[in-house]
T-cell receptor
Framework: DVKVTQSSRYLVKRTGEKVFLECVQD?????MFWYRQDPGLGLRLIYF???????EKGDIPEGYSVSREKKERFSLILESASTNQTSMYLC??????????????FGPGTRLTVT | LAKTTQPISMDSYEGQEVNITCSHN???????ITWYQQFPSQGPRFIIQ???TKVTNEVASLFIPADRKSSTLSLPRVSLSDTAVYYC?????????FGAGTRLTVKP
């Protein structure tokens, strides 16, 4: 079974703190994704990575950065947390095919509260 | 990037068949159609994926008409545990977006 794990299920941070959210997958997938999910807005893509040290902005990258130094690990960084970044953060991975059927495998999510 | 439109919510009763339709008028030739299910406090889970015609697996069927501008997820004989949000995605592996999804509530 594919496993995507996230470092914390719940996290509480203060405004202005630097926050690291870690994601690890064990299926040797090339692609990894970070989403945030807010009520009524569905999942919105923050960043994704299709290879080590590669990254692409998603739809809402402002206020976030990412790091992918190893294939299995993809980190989301909030340089200076703000209250509007309080959300559920979901990491996903998928195989690195260009065409054809594929699926994303999701982690359990990290509920981040910024006070 | 293909935009998808699906109902915000649907209600059903246990034992009924549920059909959720997704519109994707600007689907591209190489785009696949994928459906995910999400329970509260969990990440989405893949249900089914197709390119054209009909696909069936152990949990659902996916119907795609010839013009591929819409698709219908069919859940046979739903139970209370099928209460969840269902997302329709259209695109290629690195070019898919989740919409707001359809909240399905199954009643006893």
């Amino acid at each position: 079974d594919v496993k995507v794990t996230q470092s914390s299920r719940y996290l509480v941070k203060r405004t202005g703190e630097k926050v690291f959210l870690e994601c690890v997958q064990d299926m040797d997938h090339e692609n990894m994704f970070w989403y945030r999910q807010d009520p009524g807005l569905g999942l919105r893509l923050i960043y994704f990575s299709y290879d080590v040290k590669m990254k692409e902005k998603g739809d809402i990258p402002e206020g976030y950065s990412v790091s992918r130094e190893k294939k299995e690990r993809f980190s989301l960084i909030l340089e200076s947390a703000s209250t509007n970044q309080t959300s559920m953060y979901l990491c996903a991975s998928s195989p690195g095919i260009q065409w054809g059927p594929y699926e994303q495998y999701f982690g359990p999510g990290t509920r981040l509260t910024v006070t | 990037l293909a935009k998808t439109t699906q109902p915000i919510s649907m209600d059903s009763y246990e034992g009924q068949e549920v059909n959720i339709t997704c519109s994707h008028n600007n689907i591209a030739t190489n785009d696949y159609i994928t459906w995910y299910q999400q329970f509260p406090s969990q990440g989405p889970r893949f249900i089914i994926q197709g390119y054209k015609t009909k696909v069936t697996n152990e949990v659902a069927s996916l119907f795609i008409p010839a013009d591929r501008k819409s698709s219908t997820l069919s859940l046979p004989r739903v139970s209370l545990s099928d209460t969840a949000v269902y997302y329709c995605l259209v695109g290629r592996p690195n070019d898919m977006r989740f919409g707001a999804g359809t909240r399905l509530t199954v009643k006893p």
